[in-house]
């Protein structure tokens, strides 16, 4: 406890980031450092998952002091550890999770495991310190593409999900094929910038009528088949304008689908979270969506999109609240349903 706020350290190792982040009474970010592997994988054109665990390795001790010091505080100031459990890369989450019971041991403070996903939903409360629960959720990353029923901090429904590729995977794929490298997101958002969409038409997946799941795998074999097709005739491909023509219709996908969750729903206010939600071009639609439909929409600037601590230390702050600490018996999980 530091001038009687509640804090919780939150410690994330799931993919490609080692974060830690102290966070006060659940909501408050007092600090908040990442320690991106972005460099170390960008020669492999993705994420190497045993170099990823060894890199949590090296960086952990370090970003969580980094974390205390940022704050202005110190171990004793902590009232609880919320860490990551799953899913994700087994042995990067492993490292995470045996940092926070190392911690609690010596420390003598409880811990909590927290689902990922369940993170990127709370990343929503960190600066809208009116937001509560039931709302809609959107969760587009690199790994998922949900929509989910918030119904309350602890209870969530899941209402749709994708049945191939995730939003964010298939971004990573596609910029593969354009040859623009890792990490493919941001780098098809830019490039898409300076395309034309209405160039080079993808098809939409819309699946059966009034259905909330995805697919994105089509997509990702469209690209790569004009790719090919236009290398075999000797035509020059336009990247800009593939680029654009791809993002366009993920984005068709995505609108429409969040419009029928909304319709299904009946809720007023809905949620944005995960890697991909850092996109200009989506933040900007789901605005304009939720504008005309009198929809609150609630986005997460993107430091809090992508993996980071703060977001799991929320979700950790609510979960101990209803569910208690966790056993040192916790296992880390490569899947876990939400
Ligand atoms: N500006 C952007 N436009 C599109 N996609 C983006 C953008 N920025 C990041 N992404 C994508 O977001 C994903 C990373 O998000 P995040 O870190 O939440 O995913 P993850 O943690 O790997 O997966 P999950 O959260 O499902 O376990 C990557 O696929 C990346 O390409
Ligand atoms: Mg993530």
Known sequence: MVDGK?????????CDETAAAVVADGREVLSNPIASQIDVHEVFGGVVPEIASRHH?????????????DAG???????????????????A??????????????????FVGVHHIKGHIHAAFLEHKNLKPPFLSL?????????????SYSTYHLLGQTRDDAVGEAYDKVARVLGLGYPGGPKVEKAAKDGDPDKIFFKRALLEDG??????????TGVLNYANTEKQAGRPINIADVAAGFQASVLDVLVQKTELALEKTGY?????????????????????LCEQ??????????????????????????????????????????SLSL
């Not at 989450?93 to 409880?110: E, H, M, R």
């Not at 969760?139 to 119904?151: A, E, L, P, Y």
């Not at 259905?211 to 990702?220: A, M």
């Open 139 to 151: 969760i587009v990353s690199g790994g998922h593409t949900d929509f989910i029923d918030v119904q």
């Open 57 to 69: 390795l090296v960086q952990v001790n370090g970003i969580v002091d980094a974390a205390l010091s």
């Open 93 to 110: 989450v492993l490292i995470g999770l045996s940092t926070a019971k190392a911690l609690s041991f010596s420390l003598g403070i409880p």
């Open 6 to 14: 509640f804090l919780t350290l939150g410690i994330e190792s799931s």
């Open 268 to 288: 007023d206010k809905m949620t944005l979270g995960g890697g991909v939600a850092s996109n200009a071009a989506l933040r900007e639609r789901l605005k304009r």
């Open 293 to 334: 439909k009198n929809v609150h929409l609630y986005i997460p600037s993107p430091v809090y999109c992508t993996d980071n601590a703060a977001m799991i230390a929320c979700a950790g702050y609510y979960t101990y609240q209803t569910e208690g600490a966790s056993p040192f018996a916790l296992d880390a999980k490569a």
């Open 73 to 91: 505080v110190r171990f004793s100031d902590i009232d609880l550890i919320g860490v990551t459990e799953g899913p994700g890369l087994i042995g």
């Open 211 to 220: 259905s909330l799941d995805f697919s994105f795998s089509g997509i990702k």
